[in-house]
């Protein structure tokens, strides 16, 4: 039972380069978020997506690009990293939003833009 | 704005002692409310929940969470800690609404239990 797993954990990168963060799950949940972990800030939503090609911007979504093409991949894409954009990373997915369903969470990816 | 807050940044105790952990909201609506953990190294899980009915909502780990609607307040509580349960602490809400329900979470408690 995999869950939900991303790519990679670590991830240094300097300022400019594209980076992708991986995100895949095995419950053919239809809905997948991505969320940043900034201390004083908790967890803000970047990204979600409803179902393959659905994809809606959350709070924080500048910088970022997601794409869904199949129902268990989530990537996210940083376009051209700043040092803003270090943070750590949580894929979650969730078989619905009726606003009762848990949200499950990946093990994160810390990435440090440097 | 919508958001959800957590007074408490940091809280250290001994194992043994009680524990509250405050979270209040600002939605005038009816909501959905959520505990999660995030243990050292691992990812957030899910704590406990509260959609309806009895307010003393009793989640694992011998964890609890009381509604107060007049307070906007679901404080999550435990008599006796112990030292596992070192971890960080988020409160989420959801606002009952028709179309996507967003999560939307607290900056985090951080708990330290002392042997």
């Known amino acids: 039972d995999a869950g939900i797993t991303q790519s990679p954990r670590y991830k240094i990168t300097e300022t400019g380069r594209q980076v992708t963060l991986m995100c895949h799950q095995t419950?053919?949940?239809?809905?997948m978020f991505w969320y940043r972990q900034d201390l004083g800030h908790g967890l803000r939503l970047i990204y979600y997506?409803?179902?393959?090609?659905?994809?809606d911007k959350g709070e924080v979504p500048d910088g970022y690009v997601v794409s869904r093409s199949k129902t268990e991949n989530f990537p996210l894409t940083l376009e051209s990293a700043t040092r803003s954009q270090t943070s750590v990373y949580f894929c979650a997915s969730s078989p619905g939003t009726g606003g009762r369903e848990t949200q499950y969470f990946g093990p994160g990816t810390r990435l440090l833009v440097l | 704005a919508q958001s959800v807050s957590q007074h408490n940044h940091h809280v250290i105790l001994s194992e043994a002692a009680s524990l509250e952990l405050g979270c209040n909201y600002s939605y005038g609506g009816t909501v959905n409310l959520f505990w999660y953990v995030q243990y050292p190294g691992q990812h957030l899980q899910l704590l406990l929940k509260?959609?309806?009915?009895?307010?003393l909502v009793k989640g694992i780990k011998g964890f609890e969470a009381e509604f107060i609607k007049s307070k906007f307040s679901f404080n999550l509580r435990k008599p006796s800690v112990q030292w596992s349960d070192t971890a960080e602490y988020f409160c989420a809400v959801t606002l009952l609404n028709t179309g996507f329900q967003k999560l939307v979470f607290g900056t985090g408690t951080r708990l330290l239990v002392s042997p």
């Open positions: 509260y959609f309806s009915g009895d307010p």
């Open positions: 997506s409803a179902a393959a090609d659905i994809t």
């Open positions: 419950w053919s949940h239809s809905y």
